[in-house]
């Protein structure tokens, strides 16, 4: 039985993977955490506090490791993305560069990586992995997190160019989903709204400029299955993949939906002293379809109806 290694197993989507594979039972896992402590539950799993920015502790780890999810990060919300930007740098290109020298010494078989779409520009169509190259501007707010993630991204073409270890990168749209981050100080616009939503007291819901800014959502259970096809059908040792529903919603949109589905009668306030900035962004996933014969299942109405359940259950 292969041993799979779920780096960050304690975040949002390292959990949602470690439910996934520990259910699956085909593998062996190997857990990773740091800041926050090993979960209860999982029989079985091997859980390891790691610093990962430590080469001496990831040489030690990957020693019975046949796979890499690498879902560690320092990662935050949009209020730190704006005040403190440079917390997404240094920490994130240290630890994927030292695991991924540390996965072509040991020859690992495949290595998953996680990007992000905010080297895209603004689009009133859908962009493709070839819509953006090295020349295109980042918009400001993510110029450091944006060319952080694309310098991972050609570490990673680097290694594979090697020819040990398989590499997967996916350029994943806004996730959301069972153990996201719902307090309002850290996490992401969902999160946000759906907590506003069910906490509200007021009968009111405040949503930032007139929430015409359109995103492509895709729940976190779709994603799973993308590492799992990634993990079972790539042909090649390097691959770039977008990743997400395909679909761009407006905010304002999103949260009546939410409203909707939450039961709730509440009423959208506007906070017109916010910036809007009406633009539109979401992702042509053609490639993942016929390379990995992968595409998402969960509509965004399906996927808030799940959310809203698990945060009744869970929060």
């Known amino acids: 039985m292969k041993t799979i290694l779920i780096c960050g197993a304690t975040g949002f989507i390292g959990r949602n993977l470690l439910e996934y594979y520990y259910k699956q039972g085909k593998y062996k896992i190997i857990a990773t955490h740091y800041n926050r402590p090993a979960i209860d539950g999982y029989n079985g799993v091997k859980w390891v506090k790691i610093d990962l920015r430590d080469p001496s502790a990831v040489k030690s780890i990957l020693s019975e490791v046949d796979i890499v999810l690498q879902f560690a990060a320092t990662t935050s919300g949009s209020k730190d993305i704006t005040t403190r930007p440079y917390i997404h740098v240094t920490d994130n290109a240290v630890m994927n560069s030292i695991l991924l020298r540390e996965c072509y010494e040991q020859n690992i078989e495949h290595f998953v ?18 819509d953006w190259n090295g020349n295109d ?14 310098y991972i991204e050609k570490m990673c073409e680097f290694f594979s160019r090697l020819g040990k270890t398989k590499h997967t990168v996916m350029r994943h749209s806004n996730m959301y989903g069972p153990y996201d981050k719902y307090d309002l100080e850290r996490s992401h616009m969902f999160g946000a709204t759906i907590t506003k939503v069910m906490t509200s007291q007021n009968g009111k819901v405040n949503v930032w400029g007139t929430g015409e800014e359109a995103r492509d959502l895709l729940y976190v259970d779709d994603l799973v299955e993308f590492v799992d096809a990634a993990i079972n059908n790539q042909q090649s040792n390097y691959e770039l993949f977008n990743v997400g529903l395909g679909k761009a919603t407006q905010v304002k949109d999103v ?32 490639k993942a379809k016929d390379l990995l014969n992968w595409e998402p299942r969960t509509t965004l109405d399906e996927g808030i109806i799940k959310t809203i359940k698990w945060y009744k259950e869970n929060e």
């Open 255 to 286: 949260v009546s939906k939410i409203i909707t589905h939450s039961g709730k009668d509440l009423e959208m306030i506007h906070d017109l002293s916010k910036p809007t900035i009406p633009t539109s962004l979401f992702l042509n996933c053609k």
């Open 137 to 150: 501007e980042i918009f400001p707010t993510y110029f450091g997190v944006g060319n952080t993630k694309v």
């Open 113 to 130: 990586f996680p990007s992000c779409t905010v080297m895209y520009q603004p689009s009133d169509k859908a962009l493709s992995e070839n």
